[in-house]
């Protein structure tokens, strides 16, 4: 067995190493998802309109993780050992781009939302029509995420401060995240 493949467990199916790895790396996304949200949503509580919306997107973004965490079960694949990191990155990551103001909240969203879009379709390139249940899962994902995207940059995403540095920043945070997770 080589070491980019995950060990089978007894009693359960054992999946492929990249589809293992679309899973994982894709269940910690959505996670990661909740907790900026949640971050976000402590810091501006319903004080502000923007939190109707995020509060929506985190909705989804649950739905999502939910998906992939009994995909995860059903197929015997292992979360990522990086999910306490993730909890407190993103939930960080959320509340300081929301103590920043409304629109550094939404520019993180567009940024990360730009990201995923990008993996996704990654994703779906890869699989092809080998797995249909993860491939619609994907599909439709996806364009939530470009809706998320679409919404924060009417709201002022472009309009946060030093937009262009902190959407960099944050992107280039999604992507170390991202292959981080894809392995550990």
Same mark, same amino acid.
């Given at each position: 067995?080589?070491?980019? !493949?995950?060990?089978?467990? @007894?009693?359960?199916?054992?999946?492929?190493?990249?589809?293992?790895?679309?899973?994982?790396?894709?269940?910690?996304?959505?996670?990661?998802?909740?907790?900026? #949200?949640?971050? $976000?949503?402590?810091?501006?509580?319903?004080?502000? @309109?923007?939190? =109707?919306?995020?509060?929506?997107?985190?909705? !989804?973004?649950?739905?999502?993780?939910?998906?992939?965490?009994?995909?995860?079960?059903? =197929?015997?694949?292992?979360?990522?050992?990086?999910?306490? +990191?993730?909890?407190?990155?993103?939930?960080?990551?959320?509340?300081?781009?929301?103590?920043?103001?409304?629109?550094?909240?939404?520019?993180?969203?567009?940024?990360?939302?730009?990201?995923?879009?990008?993996? #996704?379709?990654? $994703?779906?390139?890869?699989?092809?029509?080998?797995?249909?249940?993860?491939?619609?899962?994907?599909?439709?994902? $996806?364009?939530?995420?470009?809706?998320?995207?679409?919404?924060?940059?009417?709201?002022?995403? $472009? !309009? &946060?401060? &030093? #937009?262009?540095?902190?959407?960099? &920043?944050?992107?280039?945070?999604?992507?170390?995240? +991202?292959?981080?997770?894809? =392995?550990?």
């Amino acid at each position: 067995m080589s070491a980019t !493949q995950d060990f089978p467990r @007894p009693g359960r199916r054992s999946e492929p190493a990249d589809r293992a790895s679309m899973l994982r790396v894709d269940q910690a996304g959505e996670f990661g998802a909740t907790r900026i #949200y949640a971050g $976000q949503l402590a810091v501006m509580g319903d004080r502000h @309109p923007d939190a =109707r919306i995020i509060a929506g997107m985190a909705a !989804q973004e649950e739905r999502h993780r939910q998906t992939f965490d009994a995909m995860i079960a059903r =197929r015997g694949v292992r979360p990522t050992a990086l999910a306490p +990191i993730w909890n407190v990155a993103g939930f960080a990551l959320g509340a300081v781009t929301a103590a920043m103001g409304p629109k550094a909240a939404m520019a993180c969203t567009a940024a990360i939302e730009t990201e995923i879009d990008h993996h #996704y379709g990654e $994703q779906l390139v890869q699989l092809g029509n080998d797995d249909p249940e993860l491939s619609t899962a994907i599909a439709d994902f $996806q364009a939530e995420e470009v809706e998320h995207r679409d919404a924060a940059l009417a709201h002022g995403a $472009q !309009q &946060a401060p &030093a #937009y262009p540095l902190l959407s960099g &920043a944050i992107r280039l945070g999604c992507r170390a995240a +991202i292959a981080l997770s894809k =392995r550990i």
